[in-house]
């Protein structure tokens, strides 16, 4: 039996308004990820205040939350494109340390 | 490029082009045209905000002009009080406190009395001691020191650091170098984002914007005679985002204004660049999926002419190439560079104009240095003499004394009043319009009907029929011709009835979302002929194919005027001569359409697999007849179905049909991979027209829910008649690129019919009956649900699906179209006297209809009909409230009972979708009325369409956006009184309000007075409260506080 | 040697290099009525000068050689290059004016009679100084007659900006203005070798004027209201140039025999 060998990578999410998802994706994939998970419905409260998590026809007026995970070389430029969404836009970013066991899956 | 980007930076880039671009609205391609608010993208501000931002972003006018607004007072449409109210705060938050200046009497004077544009412009020189010697009658005096420092702050203003270079060289020298840009620019997006107009396409369209553009470039001879640099420039294989960076690196603009040069770099060409933005983010818009571009490659492209330019510029004249250098210039030689922006921003004074040109060519700095010495002083001295007489002309006009005190003020004193009187002009478009609503307001609710406590709402006895109409404004007379004439009861739903979906038309090829622009459909409802004959074509439809086809071939010109000529001939003359008739010829050739059904059902799973084998045995058909010229009758069946397991990869081997008729096996190989990649018979693709059929028609459960909320929302719950017509609408002219915004808004600038009818299927389906009368909602046997069109052009409402109707209703189906052309004779009565065509149109209603038919079909008519035009009032309410009132076409009418929605979810799909596209269409029609040039496209005169999705004035320009000059005004005064959607809502405050508060798109529009609501509550007596200024005010009584603030600071 | 006669005639009647006095003559006038004379009045006095000359020298002399005919060409050309880039109104007429009147010495070189050469430099001196006249007006409206600031004054100003069009257009040889015929006796006069200066002379003319009348009509409109030009004065105008008119239709009928 061989033991899963677990690798460290970085783990980046974002909550932003469904409104600007296309462009949180499409600049991840020019970042060169290889994958991501959307997660819609996400309601919270922030500095620009709360936010229900209804659904009326489309995800524009709702928060939605992305994840991807990445090597630690990708971070700096992710954030550093990002830098300028968020100076104009409601939504947060966190960075975590994350371990994967299927490390084609995040990079190569 | 010698920079070479990190990824982050390149990541960046995009992000800021991103973020710039936010507040340019997109545009859609005016196919299906979509009313929407020029300043969509900043309407999470509140609106005056959000206008004197827009308006300093587009160079435009977000008010109308002064004796515009004094007009409307003259005419009775201002409120005096509410205008007074408003200067009042003003005057007391702005107290300038000028002694002897009674500041709100000469506010007033100035708002109503003044024949003025604009009573302070701006000014370089002028200050309170000028001002002061000028009414003295003395020149003004500006010291030397003082000067340098006010050069330099008047040159900070006209050469500000974020605005892109090439204005500022322009505003330097008069290089002329924007115009070139914009029509290189433009140029190079007619080429690339051409939707099938042009015959010869732009190679390698595929690869991008940007690259196919550097491509042509490269060998473009009118690129290269502006320099050499070009050369270099385009040289090489460099990535937009690097491009954008180099180049605004090179040009010196420091990085923390790239985001503000980017924002005014895109708005110089608002339209194009609205449509980049629209193509890049609309899901599955087809030609953006062939030739993808977006806004990152659209700045690259205008970055790197601009900088071909700016170079040859510095060659030829001698002008700056960047940043630093132009800082220096300015610096070292404030004096010239001040005389230069005068004389090429038009500012000189004229007489003088020759002289700075002459001492400005000599290119000697002692000679202009004396001329601007001398020039300055000529300057102030006639600014302020302007600005004088125009005081003393003002308060002559205040009278009592004002003259005598204005001599006598201060340097000071006058600054402080030249201040207060410069901050009021910027608000007093505003104050009008508020103004204005006001007297709308106090209209609408002196005409509104208010119901009895304890009367019923609704008709007690059954009425003859019953019709569902939108609540597009047009149909407001309609109903009330109708209601007028008899037994009618009528109803306002949004023109998509509360049914989503995408349409797939018999014989056109792709799907066509009929909702609001805002909703993306998930369904499919599909149109198949009743009697399914695909081969029969009138002969006439084939040659008139033939011939528009031709119309775009590069053999076109020789071709057709032999071939086809004498049959286009006859159209061009048939069209002028005689509109009507010869397009009832034109109708007859054609044949009429074969009568359809909508398909709403899900299919089973068995009827897909049915459909699908069905569509690849048709293709395999197609490609023996085609490929292999063997016809219909020659294959079997059997053979067939082999032919479609090989090319499905179920079976091996050579065919029956390839033995019998003698191929060899290479030759079916090749037949079979001709099937798999041309005709679409292969696994996959089978798995995915399975996929999309399985988003064919809507579940019984979703088909009952769409009855159901359409019936409850609105009200109608029983005493339901024989004939329940759900009608949707749509406009017809002829030779008009923005017929689309004549249709149906609710239904995303198309026809409301399909959805009409497929409403009327699940209505009419025993099945969601049977559930419905589980939920409550008894529909007796005899009630028949019938699908109509009312066409806005013409007035004419025609029903369809009629050979659906159950034979006993036939009885009564003569009168209830008697009395449908009797409404919409009446229609068009009153219409056609707005339209100003002639006596002889007005003498009777027959009269009248047929001069609207003969506007309709005229193809040289730029105003068919006025369509949206005069959009005022959005009603959410009873009938109760409006019936039997002339609103002059004037409102959306939504049916709304508040008494069948106790917890407000109605009230939220309706203040979230119709209200909304409500919104939407007023305020496109509310800035194309104020500035008919820059917010609207111009006269439709000088129109050219582009591309097949946009119009352009003249032989080159911008896309246009908005509405044109002849929708909107008549006789060169607006026609569409530009004032905000005044939402009257007759429900209880808290649950408007909880309703607010739980949608926050709605709640930034309403709480940013996008639209004025005006809540009628049913609770307490009917009051009228309208929201203003974050406050809720009793319109009639306004000194009363009656709501409490906590109740508005949660919803808030 | 060349007689001082014909060099006082060629500053007054202008030819380059001492068409620089002419043009600086006419500049020094202040006030527009004043102009407008002179620039009706110094050619005509060159041309009187030149009438009293003795044939031999004008028609086998100085005046009939080819440099001096180059020289009239070059004149011409070099003024209606510089009109170009003008607009400035009383600027842009006198160099427009300068350009046409120097093409008097090319019929002077031919023998015409004395009546003939003074009726050639009306053609072009008459609207000339109607230009100076209008210049003057808008002055007093506007501040000065500088074109292309703050265009549209076709619309605000109609009646001054027809007046000004039309008398553009009298000035560069349009056809039934008597210019046009001058013009075209000038074609008749020169050997086809050098006929290509005259045809460039025609192609910057036109260029010019279209370039004049663009920032004359079109733009958008500045702010405030102006006073237009009252009827009478108007319609004075319009008989003037209706009255040039109809002696450039005359007129032509002696040129082309008819």
């Given amino acids: 039996m061989t033991s899963a060998q677990l690798h460290s990578l970085k783990k980046i999410e974002l909550v932003l308004e469904g409104a600007h998802r296309d462009f949180a994706t499409d600049l991840l994939e020019r970042a060169g990820v290889k994958g991501y998970t959307v997660l ?11 936010y229900p998590s209804h659904l009326m026809f489309n995800e524009d007026d709702v928060l939605i939350m992305v994840v991807v995970v990445v090597p630690e ?9 990002l830098t300028p969404f968020f100076d104009q836009h409601p939504g947060v970013m966190f960075v975590s340390d994350v371990q994967v066991s299927r490390l084609t899956k995040f990079t190569g | 490029m010698d920079r070479d980007l990190s990824l982050g930076e390149r990541l960046k880039i995009r992000a800021m082009v991103y973020v710039a671009s936010e507040p340019i609205a997109r545009f859609w391609p005016m196919r299906t045209f979509i009313h929407h608010n020029p300043l969509f993208g900043l309407e999470h501000r509140p609106f005056p905000e959000a206008v004197a931002e827009g308006t300093s972003l587009f160079h435009a006018r977000g008010y109308l002009t002064r004796q515009q607004y004094q007009e409307y007072r003259r005419a009775g449409r201002v409120d005096d009080e509410a205008l007074a109210r408003r200067i009042g705060a003003f005057a007391a938050a702005h107290d300038p406190g000028v002694p002897g200046v009674d500041l709100e009497r000469w506010l007033w004077c100035l708002a109503v009395d003044a024949d003025l544009a604009q009573l302070c412009p701006p000014a370089d020189w002028l200050d309170g001691a000028a001002l002061a010697a000028a009414l003295r009658g003395r020149r003004p005096e500006v010291a030397e020191e003082e000067r340098h420092a006010r050069l330099l702050a008047i040159l900070e203003r006209r050469l500000p650091p974020d605005a892109p270079f090439h204005e500022r060289v322009d505003a330097l020298f008069g290089t002329g170098i924007g115009p070139a840009v914009d029509e290189l620019v433009i140029k190079a997006c007619l080429d690339f984002f051409d939707e099938g107009q042009s015959v010869w396409g732009v190679p390698g369209r595929e690869r991008g914007f940007f690259p196919a553009w550097r491509d042509v470039a490269r060998r473009d001879l009118r690129l290269l005679i502006h320099g050499r640099a070009s050369g270099r420039l385009l040289a090489e294989e460099a990535d937009p985002e690097a491009v954008v960076a180099s180049i605004l690196a090179d040009l010196g603009i420091p990085e923390e204004h790239w985001q503000a040069t980017i924002l005014r770099e895109l708005t110089h060409l608002h339209g194009w660049a609205g449509f980049v933005r629209f193509r890049q983010q609309a899901p599955g818009y087809y030609w953006a999926a062939r030739f993808p571009a977006d806004l990152v490659d659209f700045l690259a492209v205008r970055l790197v002419v601009e900088r071909i330019l700016v170079l040859e510029a510095a060659r030829r004249h001698r002008s700056p190439a960047d940043a630093q250098a132009l800082a220096e210039l300015v610096a070292a030689d404030p004096a010239g560079a001040y005389l230069r922006t005068e004389l090429h921003g038009g500012t000189v004074l004229p007489g003088w104009a020759q002289r700075v040109e ?21 300057k102030a001295h006639h600014e302020a003499a302007e600005q004088a007489g125009a005081l003393r002309r003002l308060a002559e006009q205040v009278g009592g004394g004002a003259p005598t005190v204005l001599q006598e003020l201060g340097p000071h004193e006058l600054d402080r009043l030249l201040g207060a009187l410069r901050a009021w002009e910027r608000e007093e478009g505003y104050a009008f319009l508020v103004a204005m609503e006001s007297r709308a307001i106090t209209d609408l609710v002196r005409r509104v009907r208010v119901p009895e406590p304890g009367t019923p709402t609704r008709p007690t006895r059954r009425p003859f029929a019953q019709a569902f109409f939108c609540i597009d404004v047009r149909s407001e007379p309609l109903r009330r011709h109708l209601e007028a004439l008899g037994d009618y009861e009528t109803f306002g739903i949004a023109g998509f009835f509360g049914v989503p979906m995408a349409f797939l038309e018999y014989g056109n090829g792709s799907e066509q979302p009929l909702c609001p622009a805002i909703m993306t459909p998930k369904n499919l409802v599909a149109e198949i002929p009743a009697g399914l004959r695909l081969e029969e074509e009138p002969l006439f439809g084939a040659l008139s194919e033939v011939s528009h086809g031709l119309k775009q071939s590069v053999m076109a010109p020789f071709v057709a005027v032999e071939a086809v000529g004498l049959l286009f001939g006859l159209g061009l003359v048939g069209r002028t001569l005689w509109p009507v008739g010869y397009h009832r010829l034109r109708d007859r050739f054609h044949g009429g359409e074969p009568p359809t059904r909508l398909l709403v059902d899900k299919l089973s799973a068995d009827q897909a697999d049915s459909i699908v084998r069905a569509v690849q045995r048709a293709m395999i058909v197609q490609a023996l007849a085609r490929e292999l010229r063997v016809a219909r009758d020659q294959v079997t069946d059997d053979e067939v179905r082999e032919l479609r397991e090989i090319a499905l990869g179920n079976a091996e081997g050579p065919s029956a049909l390839a033995t019998r008729l003698g191929l060899s096996e290479a030759a079916e190989a090749r037949f079979v991979e001709t099937l798999r990649s041309v ?49 949707g609408h749509e406009s017809l002219s002829r030779n008009n690129p923005y017929e689309s915004a004549l249709d149906c808004g609710a239904a995303g600038g198309a026809h409301g019919l399909p959805n009409a009818r497929a409403f009327c299927a699940m209505a009419n389906k025993p099945e969601v009956r049977l559930r419905l009368r589980e939920l409550g909602i008894v529909v007796p ?35 209830l179209q008697a009395g449908l052309a009797a409404a919409g004779r009446r229609c068009a009565a009153e219409r056609v006297r707005t339209l100003g065509l002639g006596s002889r149109a007005e003498r009777s209603p027959q009269a009248a209809a047929q001069a609207a038919r003969r506007q309709a079909n005229d193809w040289s008519q730029v105003r068919p009909e006025w369509g949206l035009s005069r959009n005022l009032y959005g009603i959410v309410g009873g009938r109760h409230l409006t019936e039997g009132v002339d609103l002059g076409g004037r409102a959306f009418l939504l049916s709304y009972d508040h008494r069948f929605d106790p917890d407000g979810r109605f009230l939220e799909n309706l203040l979230s979708a119709p209200v909304v596209v409500g919104e939407w269409i007023n305020l496109e029609h509310y800035f194309s009325t104020v500035d008919p040039h820059r917010f609207g496209s111009g006269s439709k005169v000088y129109h050219n369409v582009a591309g097949r999705f946009g119009v352009m004035t003249g032989n080159q320009s911008d896309l246009r956006t908005g509405l044109p000059l002849q929708t909107l005004y008549k006789d060169r005064r607006p026609y569409h009184e530009p004032m905000r959607l005044v939402a009257l809502v007759e429900a209880p405050v808290r649950l408007v309000l909880a309703v607010v508060q739980r949608l926050p798109k709605v ?50 | 040697m060349v007689d001082l006669r014909v060099l006082a005639a060629a500053c007054l009647l202008p030819v380059f290099p001492l068409s620089a006095l002419f043009n600086q003559l006419v500049e020094q006038v202040r006030h527009p009525a004043a102009r407008a004379l002179a620039v009706l009045g110094l050619p005509e006095a060159g041309a009187a000068l030149l009438e009293g000359l003795p044939r031999h020298t004008l028609v086998r002399g100085v005046v009939h050689s080819p440099a001096v005919v180059a020289l009239v060409l070059f004149t011409s050309l070099l003024y209606a290059l510089r009109a170009l880039s003008v607009r400035e109104v009383t600027l842009w007429a006198r160099l427009v004016a300068t350009s046409g009147l120097s093409l008097d010495w090319l019929l002077v070189g031919t023998g015409a009679p004395a009546r003939s050469v003074e009726l050639f430099a009306l053609a072009w001196s008459v609207p000339a100084a109607l230009l100076m006249v209008w210049a003057g007006l808008f002055s007093a409206r506007l501040g000065g007659a500088y074109l292309g ?65 663009g920032h004359l009509l079109f733009g958008t409109p500045g702010a405030g209201p102006v006073a237009d030009l009252p009827v009478v004065p108007a319609s004075l105008g319009v008989v003037v140039l209706a009255g040039l008119v109809v002696l450039g239709v005359l007129w032509s009928g002696r040129w082309t025999g008819i």
């Fill in chain 1, 40 to 50: 819609g419905g996400v309601s919270g409260k922030g500095s620009h205040g709360l």
């Fill in chain 1, 73 to 81: 070389e990708l971070v700096a430029p992710i954030l550093e494109g």
């Fill in chain 2, 358 to 378: 002459q001492a400005l060519a000599r290119r000697r700095p002692a000679a202009w240095q004396r001329l601007a010495a001398r020039y300055i002083e000529a």
């Fill in chain 2, 679 to 727: 005709y679409r018979v292969e696994r996959r693709e089978a798995a995915r027209q399975l996929e999309r059929l399985g988003r064919l028609g809507f579940s019984l459960e979703e088909q009952v829910q769409f009855v159901a909320r359409a019936l409850t929302s609105t009200g109608l719950t029983s005493n339901f008649s024989r004939f329940v017509l759900i009608v």
């Fill in chain 2, 781 to 815: 046997e005899d009630t028949w649900f019938v699908p109509g069109s009312h066409t806005t052009t013409t007035d004419e409402v025609t029903l369809a699906d009629l050979d659906q109707l159950p034979s006993r209703h036939l009885l009564y189906l003569e009168r």
């Fill in chain 2, 1003 to 1052: 709640r930034s529009l309403v709480f940013g007075e996008w639209i004025r609501v005006v809540v009628l509550d049913p609770e307490d007596g009917y009051r009228v409260l309208v929201l203003e200024d974050g406050r809720l005010v009793d319109h009639l009584d306004p000194t009363s506080e009656p709501c409490t603030p906590t109740v508005l600071e949660e919803a808030r």
């Fill in chain 3, 149 to 213: 600031l703050r265009g549209g004054l076709a619309a605000r100003l109609p009646r001054l900006s027809w007046l000004v069009a039309l008398s553009a257009l009298a000035l560069v040889a349009t056809p039934l203005f008597p210019s046009f015929f001058g013009l075209l006796h000038v074609v008749d006069v020169l050997p086809l070798s050098q006929l290509w200066a005259v045809l460039g002379v025609l192609f910057l003319w036109a260029w010019a004027t279209g370039r004049f009348l």
